[in-house]
Structures are given as structure tokens and as C-alpha cells.
């Protein structure tokens, strides 16, 4: 991304994709280093940086992203540390008590969490479509399946479509969510 001195690039949609051109070519993107040569604040590429984000079309590192497609496929990270995210699980699903609506965010900590729900009368919003298929077998589950742009590397759904089918719905819990276990 070449840097022009004293012009800002004020449009999103132009910021966003000259993130993306610069994602793609292997450069590093680093929240400072972007600010500097859009001419806009750190927040204004934050903001950015987590919509795109959001799309699916990179991944948030501390202090800047990585193209979506570098993250590991969801099986992998499924089986890494799989007796932790059990654990974490287990514990988790003993805190949501029935007939609850609850909401899983994506995630293969909060796919170990699910499989501690069958049999249990619930209400389960998510975006997860490993979610969707680990709890659609169970007749006690109702899901409620958030729309979006399907993030294939992550077996989600992303993006407004997502953001806007949440409105309706007011959980009694914060939904669960965990990344790293």
C-alpha cells in the first residue's frame, strides 16, 4: 500500500480495501502502522480490521490481522487440547439450567460445551454450524440458526446478516464463548 503524504482516505469501504490489498500481498498489518499510512486514527482501523473480521475475511492478531485463510482448519484445533475443552465444557453446561435460551458463539471450546447439552429442554441461538450439527439430532434442543456468510475454514456464519438476526433475542446468559482452550 503506497503511502500518500497529507491525504486520508476517509471512505471505510476504501480503507477496508486497501487492508485487504495489503493482507493479501504478505505484508505485515499492524493497527499503528496502517493509521500512519491511511492518514486515520488507530480506532478508525480497529473498527475496520474488526469488520472485516467479522466477514471472515481476516483474522485479528494482537495489534493487527492475518488473512482468514492462514488460520488452521477446525478439525485441527478441535482435537488440540480436547480433555481441557471438555473439562471447560462440562462445567460450563452445568451452570445453564432447563428451558433456558442460551446463545454459543463459535468455536470448538463452545462445540465441547454443546455436546454437554443433549437431552436437556433448551433454546440454543448460534452461528456455529458445528454447533447446528453436533445439537440437530436432539429433540429437546430447539436452535435458532443465525444467517450470514458462511466461513468455511471455521464452520460459522459471519457478518451483518448474523449481527441483525441477534436483535430479537435477549438470553438470560452472556453466550458462551472461548478461544485458545
Same mark, same amino acid.
Given at each position: ?43 478508525? !482501523? ?5 469488520? $472485516?473480521?467479522?466477514?471472515?475475511? +481476516? ?6 490481522? !492475518? $488473512? ?17 475443552? %471438555?473439562?471447560? &465444557? ?16 463459535? &468455536? ?20 456455529? +454450524?458445528?454447533?447446528?450439527?453436533? =445439537?440437530?439430532? %436432539? ?6 440458526? =443465525?444467517? &450470514? ?33
Amino acid at each position: 500500500m503506497a503511502v500518500i503524504p497529507g491525504v486520508k482516505v476517509r471512505s471505510a469501504v476504501e480503507r477496508q480495501r486497501l487492508i485487504m490489498r495489503t493482507v493479501r500481498s504478505g505484508e505485515a498489518v499492524q493497527v499503528s502502522d496502517l493509521a500512519r499510512r491511511l492518514g486515520v486514527s488507530q480506532m478508525s !482501523v480497529r473498527r475496520d480490521l474488526a469488520q $472485516l473480521a467479522r466477514a471472515g475475511h +481476516l483474522i485479528r492478531v494482537h495489534g493487527g490481522a !492475518v $488473512l482468514a485463510e492462514d488460520e488452521p482448519p477446525f478439525g485441527v484445533i478441535e482435537v488440540e487440547r480436547a480433555a481441557a475443552k %471438555d473439562r471447560i &465444557g462440562h462445567a460450563a453446561a452445568a451452570l445453564v439450567e432447563d428451558e433456558q435460551t442460551i446463545m454459543i458463539d463459535i &468455536g470448538t471450546t463452545t462445540l465441547a460445551f454443546a455436546r454437554h447439552l443433549h437431552g436437556r429442554p433448551l433454546t440454543v441461538i448460534t452461528s456455529s +454450524l458445528a454447533i447446528v450439527q453436533e =445439537l440437530l439430532p %436432539d429433540p429437546e434442543i430447539e436452535l435458532v440458526v =443465525l444467517g &450470514g456468510i458462511v466461513r468455511r475454514n471455521y464452520r460459522s456464519m459471519v457478518g451483518m446478516l448474523a449481527e441483525d438476526a441477534l436483535r430479537p433475542w435477549t438470553p438470560r446468559w452472556p453466550r458462551p464463548r472461548s478461544s485458545g482452550a
